[in-house]
């Protein structure tokens, strides 16, 4: 695969909408890119298929069209892809850049995870799963690598339904009976289940038995099953029970043994028929497979103490600790907290402009007068404030609002440390509540209370400011 020439023609085909940066990593007939979307002013990942590497003529077009599927979904737990394009021959898919490691970078660095951490990552791919499957949406290729985790310790599930465009397009190939590109084509040996290396008709239950093979690698340190070739470990895949992991990880509970050994019967029809199902038999098995954060930073347990600290400090202590409570603000502000990927003001970029028209977002006539899209989580979603709207958006939808009819609320939660929230509540419609944020910081915080306070004493005083009345005299003929 020529990479430079690659990177070229991707350049190309995106425009100076975006600036085509470092190759984040490569495999079969794809690359994937790190790229800035100098609109939004965040990075993104770009996937770009090599046509001319391309098993067949058909793989390309198969592999937008699942490509263009999947992104329709929006879940916490499934890496969203931003858009799908064709430019002559290149293919490409724009979706969130992940700073973070893969399961796969973990499971070789560390070879088995705490069994918490591992509960805590299956819980998440398995609600991941639900709710594709629940799209009608099968992964077909549940692996480490297609698992990533962000520096918060957050969960995500990357390259839906890639799979089954590859294998589509490899039986339209000559050929295709080979077993020497599957980890490509149809999945990978170690991590199929039963049904899909025999070649029959697949569901969700796949998946369950694909998870419960990650499962057993992050607890045990290895797959179940491995060989010298790709026909022996599917073999093994088909007629071999796995050794029970409790011989393997002796201080697993028995309650988290059956889980895992109900995830991975040969019998499809054995195992959990729904990922939700394997959600809550983990949180049953281990509760704390409920957090979603996989491995709090140093900093953040800090962050975390001071609040709960702060919180049973009695009436003196408050007193005693208001000198200290303003110092730990302003180290809460600069260091525990992320800058924001977007926070504008006026005069607002032509380009961002231009991108918000283009989405539908600022109507004609309209003026944006702050846009703030927050770092990590959440970093999908974007809050603008227009002269006659509040408007959020998301990489799949636009929420838009009359300005007069609905006002922004901060709210906090203390579940894992102090975290804010921003809700959209309607001035008439008391149904309305519609959740922009679920995890800002304290920067967050600060940043967003300041324009809100801003825009709302505008209104008031526009609200308050008395009307002036034009009286027209008319003068009388002598």
Do not use: W
Not at 339 to 357: E, F, N, Q, Y
Request: proline fraction near 5%; hydrophobic fraction near 40%; aromatic fraction near 6%.
């Amino acid at each position: 695969m020529d990479l430079a020439a690659l990177q070229k023609r991707l350049q190309q085909a995106l425009g100076q909408e975006f600036t085509v940066g470092p190759l984040l990593g490569q495999g079969g007939f794809a690359a994937v890119f790190r790229a800035r979307d100098n609109a939004l002013n965040r990075d993104v990942a770009v996937k770009v298929l090599d046509v001319e590497l391309a098993p067949s003529p058909t793989v390309a077009e198969r592999f937008l069209r699942e490509a263009q599927t999947v992104a329709r979904l929006e879940h916490p737990h499934i890496v969203p892809i931003y858009k799908v394009g064709r430019q002559e021959e290149v293919f490409y898919i724009i979706m969130r850049c992940i700073d973070g490691p893969s399961l796969g970078d973990l499971l070789e660095r560390h070879q088995k995870l705490s069994i918490g951490d591992a509960a805590r990552i299956a819980r998440q791919v398995a609600d991941a799963l639900a709710y594709a499957h629940s799209h009608d949406i099968v992964h077909r290729d549940i692996k480490p690598d297609n698992v990533l985790l962000d520096k918060s310790g957050h969960v995500l599930v990357t390259d839906f339904g890639i799979a089954k465009a590859a294998q589509a397009a490899q039986a339209a190939s000559p050929g295709s009976a080979q077993l020497t590109s599957e980890g490509m084509i149809i999945g990978t040996p170690q991590y199929m289940s039963p049904e899909q290396a025999a070649g029959d008709q697949l569901d969700g239950r796949s998946d369950i038995y694909s998870l419960g093979i990650v499962l057993y690698q992050m607890l045990s340190g290895s797959p179940p099953f491995d060989g010298s070739s790709s026909a022996s470990i599917l073999a093994k895949q088909l007629t071999q029970p796995p050794a029970p992991i409790r011989r393997e990880r002796p201080d697993v509970s028995e309650e988290m043994a059956v889980v895992l050994e109900r995830m991975l019967e040969k019998d499809r029809k054995k195992r959990f028929q729904m990922a939700s199902e394997v959600s809550r038999g983990l949180v049953n098995a281990l509760p704390t497979a409920a957090r979603d954060r996989v491995r709090v930073p140093f900093r953040r347990r800090l962050t975390a103490m001071f609040y709960k600290s702060l919180l049973g400090l009695g009436v003196a202590g408050c007193l005693l600790s208001i000198a200290f409570v303003a110092g730990a603000a302003v180290v809460a502000y600069t260091v525990f907290s992320k800058a924001p990927k977007v926070a504008i003001r006026p005069p607002v970029p032509d380009s961002l402009t231009r991108a918000m028209r283009a989405r539908r977002a600022l109507a004609p006539g309209d003026v944006a007068l702050y846009a703030y899209q927050p770092a990590g989580q959440e970093d999908t979603t974007l809050l603008l404030l227009t002269r006659h709207r509040t408007v959020v958006l998301t990489p799949h939808g636009v929420r838009s609002y009359s300005r007069d009819s609905v006002r922004t609320q901060m709210g906090f939660d203390l579940r894992g440390g102090l975290i804010f929230r921003l809700v959209i509540r309607g001035t008439y419609a008391r149904a309305l509540s519609d959740t922009v944020f679920r995890n800002l910081s304290f920067r967050d915080l600060i940043l967003l209370s300041g324009q809100l306070n801003e825009r709302e004493a505008g209104d008031s005083a526009a609200k308050s400011r008395p009307r002036v009345r034009a009286r027209t005299r008319t003068r009388r003929s002598s």
